[in-house]
């Protein structure tokens, strides 16, 4: 069943399984749907929330551009409408950035935190790998279903295949976001400058990334884990959306990070 918060900007939102409570939150572009794979692996363990985005899907979409403040007072709003004060939470690339940001504003939400396929921004990061910007700029001058089969397939590992391409697509083009929402959303990542302020992370943290990631420099990882005390890293086979490609090795890590097993 799809809740809305009662807040200025009312966010979308469900919740799985049973179990301590976990927050997942999504990157540009992709609505709650892009936790598809990891849900059913993760609701054996845990109360799994997923949430729409501000700018997608059935949650508001005001003017932009937005912030990763704001869209991490949208992660509060969704855990205080739930009645939960504290969960694990996990976010991937932008979501990533929103997860941060929760966690540097609001630690007494955030036991423990997993950053995947994500930078912490700012001059101290890696850039877009050049493959994804000359691709940006390709993309504009190509058919919309072209454009977007191009860009989904550069979010997976080259040897991904037909059918898992296939299952992106058709969630993107059947629940398509506004362009206004796209880009008020990318206006939060290309701002997000969390690399001082990143230091100020107590949960305890665990980053992930694909090894092939396109779209978020894999050393941003390392970067990250210099940053924030205590922190763990994984390198793993696969992507920007790695956690599609092998969605069962994607949740058992997770899982056992946040059990305090890894």
């Excluded at 059947?174 to 230091?199: C, F, H, N, V």
Aim: hydrophobic share 40%; charged share 20%; glycine share 10%.
């Amino acid at each position: 069943m799809t809740n809305l918060t009662d807040t200025p900007v009312p966010i979308a939102w469900e919740e799985t399984g049973e179990g301590p409570p976990l927050l997942l939150v999504m990157g540009l572009g992709y609505g709650r749907w892009g936790w598809e794979p990891l849900v059913p692996f993760l609701a054996a363990d845990f109360r799994v929330f997923t949430f729409d985005n501000r700018g997608i899907g059935e949650s508001g979409h005001p003017e932009g551009p937005y912030t990763a403040a704001m869209m991490a007072e949208d992660c509060r709003s969704v855990l205080d409408d739930a009645g939960v004060e504290r969960a694990h939470v996990v976010g991937s690339s932008l979501g990533g950035m929103i997860a941060q940001e929760l966690a540097i504003q609001s630690p007494e939400t955030v036991e423990r935190l997993v950053l995947m396929s994500t930078t912490p921004g700012g001059t101290e990061s890696y850039p877009m790998p050049s493959v994804t910007t000359d691709l940006l700029a390709e993309v504009e001058n190509l058919k919309p279903e072209v454009a977007l089969r191009k860009l989904v397939e550069n979010a997976l590992s080259p040897d991904a295949s037909e059918e898992l391409v296939e299952r992106i697509m058709h969630h993107r083009l059947g629940k398509p976001q506004r362009p206004e929402g796209w880009q008020a959303q990318a206006a939060a990542g290309i701002g997000y400058d969390g690399s001082g302020r990143a230091r100020q992370i107590t949960a305890p943290t665990l980053i992930v990334h694909g090894e092939s990631d396109n779209v978020v420099d894999s050393r941003n990882a390392a970067i990250l884990h210099e940053l924030i005390p205590g922190s763990k890293v994984e390198l793993v086979p696969g992507g920007h959306l790695f956690f599609w490609e092998d969605p069962r090795a994607a949740a058992g890590i997770v899982a056992s990070f946040l059990q305090g097993e890894h």
